[in-house]
């Protein structure tokens, strides 16, 4: 995933929340990333300090909350938690899962001045 | 960061984070579409008093918003949009300029996505089909307000089979919805049977894989039955087509696939 893509949605977001909420100043702000969102998180924090810079959120701390891997497995039928995208399904062993979780990427909340 | 093509290195010259840098861009001969300049951020002001903003919003809401109004102005004319998919060089234009031969009178439409040149829309205006390119400057992927202005320039009579050929990358395209029916995943013989293993998140949101240069495989070792095994790991859903640009070994059935998608494009909206 393009991290500094993501970190321009993440400026657009704050932006118009600025507007609409009217603050001029992010302190804190907390994003949910899920295992499988194919996010790199170092590389996701360096750009967000670039991509921050000129806007409400130049200089806020960061913080990035995880959410776990979640698939349906075709031969048991089941919702499960997995840790790696390949791994056998934890209840019946099976091979062919299909990811239903793990891929959001959010704004959870921020503090704001 | 993009871990593929290294854009955004560090570098935010040309990589603009101003919303307003989608405008900043110039129609060239053919209403090609060129991104990659940008302006400087806006400032807003307000009123200071601590507070939290629950937000829960998704960080790629505002690509979705653009999306979802892609898809509603595809939906009026029963367009069928395909988001075609794949690393740099795997056949793209090439299945594209046989396809298109292939629909022969079928009204069809071109969105090239690259970061460079024209190259691929010339090739499609070659076959007498409308193509617009979009440069996506450092951009490694088409986003969805690209592909809304790219269809303001786009004839679409009703029934249209749009292609959407995004930028040449296995990973970043996958997070990006343009408003599309389905992504195409192409993938060619010489890139190795661990792709699918590899950049599993592209082939997990696609619906059909074209396994293309199908004639080069008696030259590269490759394990075809391996390869299709790989895709249905990472998606036990998709479907599989082996396919030659080259020879047109296959192109029928992919062809079969487009009618059929387009059949129940059309059913879908009547009864919309
Ligand atoms: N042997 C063989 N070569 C092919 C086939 N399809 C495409 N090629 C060759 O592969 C090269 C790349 O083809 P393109 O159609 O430009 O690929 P592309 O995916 O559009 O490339 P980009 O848009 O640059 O990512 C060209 O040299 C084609 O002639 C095929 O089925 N067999
Ligand atoms: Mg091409
Ligand atoms: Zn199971």
Redesign the pocket.
């Known amino acids: 995933m393009h991290e500094m893509a993501l970190c321009e949605g993440i400026r657009g977001i704050i932006q118009d929340q600025a507007r609409a909420q009217n603050f001029s100043r992010v302190r804190r702000l907390r994003l949910e990333i899920g295992r499988f969102a194919g996010v790199q998180k170092e590389a996701l924090a360096f750009a967000f300090d670039v991509v921050m810079r000129g806007s409400e959120a130049e200089g806020a701390e960061l913080e990035m909350l995880d959410l776990p891997g979640r698939a349906v497995c075709y031969d048991c039928e089941a919702e499960v938690e997995i840790d790696d995208r390949f791994a056998p399904c934890p209840r019946c062993g099976g091979g062919k899962l299909m990811p239903t979780g793990g891929s959001e990427m959010r704004i959870l909340d921020m503090e704001v001045t | 960061m993009c871990n593929v093509c290294g854009c955004g290195q560090g570098t935010v010259e040309g990589h603009s984070h101003d919303d307003s840098h989608h405008h900043h861009h110039h129609h060239g001969e053919h209403r090609d579409i060129h991104y990659g300049t940008g302006a400087a951020g806006v400032a807003v002001p307000g009123m200071s008093q601590d507070r939290l903003i629950e937000l829960e919003a998704d960080i790629l809401s505002k690509n979705d918003a653009f999306a979802a109004a892609n898809r509603t102005r595809l939906a009026a004319t029963g367009t069928l949009a395909l988001n075609?998919v794949?690393?740099?060089?795997?056949?793209?234009?090439?299945?594209?300029?046989r396809t298109i031969e292939r629909l022969g009178a079928h009204p069809v439409a071109v969105i090239?996505g690259?970061q460079q040149t024209t190259?691929?829309a010339d090739?499609i205006r070659a076959t007498g089909a409308p193509a617009v390119q979009v440069n996506t400057g450092k951009g490694c992927h088409l986003d969805g307000q690209m592909v809304g202005h790219a269809l303001d320039h786009l004839p679409l009579e009703q029934g249209t089979v749009l292609f959407i050929?995004n930028?040449?990358n296995l990973v970043c395209p996958a997070g990006f919805d343009l408003g599309e029916d389905c992504k195409v995943a192409?993938l060619?013989v010489t890139e190795g049977e661990d792709k699918p293993l590899k950049y599993p998140d592209m082939f997990t949101a696609s619906r059909l894989a074209l396994l293309?240069?199908?004639?080069?495989a008696p030259h590269c070792d490759v394990d075809l039955d391996l390869y299709e095994a790989n895709l249905r790991r990472v998606n036990p859903e998709i479907e599989v087509q082996r396919?030659?640009?080259?020879?047109g070994?296959g192109l029928d059935a992919w062809i079969t696939w487009l009618n059929a998608r387009l059949a129940a494009k059309q059913a879908e909206d009547t009864a919309a």
């Open positions: 075609l794949s690393s740099p060089g795997s056949g793209k234009t090439s299945l594209l300029v090239e690259d190259n691929d090739r050929e930028v040449g192409i060619s293309n240069k199908t004639d080069l396919v030659s640009a080259r020879t070994e």
